[in-house]
């Protein structure tokens, strides 16, 4: 009986881990978005959006690759012109 719980406990931790390396947390005010990565990383796992601009919200490669512009648009945060501006500014500037 023991040797079960151990594997129980074992997946779901290893559930958890994976949930945590498969998306990122977007704080925004009370409320908490999830945006799906595109990769297994734990960088930027937890992402506040309070206190800071559009511009610098998409200025984080891993985040906007991940669609954070969509979710921002989805919010009212931003319009769909903006969203697009800055991102071609983004991905002009990686070329």
């Known amino acids: 009986m023991h040797f079960v ?3 129980l406990i ?3 931790v ?3 881990l994976f949930f945590l390396l ?7 005010g009370r409320g908490v978005k999830l945006l799906k990565k595109s990769s297994l990383t734990l960088q930027y ?9 559009n511009e610098a919200i998409l200025s984080v490669d ?3 690759e991940d669609g954070i512009g969509d979710l921002l648009v ?3 945060m931003m319009s769909e012109k ?5 991102e071609a500014k983004y991905d002009e500037e990686q070329d």
């Open 82 to 86: 903006e969203k697009e501006r800055l």
């Open 62 to 64: 891993e985040l906007r």
């Open 10 to 12: 074992v997946a779901i």
């Open 45 to 53: 796992t937890i992402f506040s959006v309070k206190g800071k601009t």
């Open 74 to 76: 989805e919010l009212g």
């Open 22 to 28: 498969s998306y990122h947390f977007i704080v925004v």
């Open 5 to 7: 719980k151990k594997i």
């Open 14 to 16: 290893g559930g958890a």
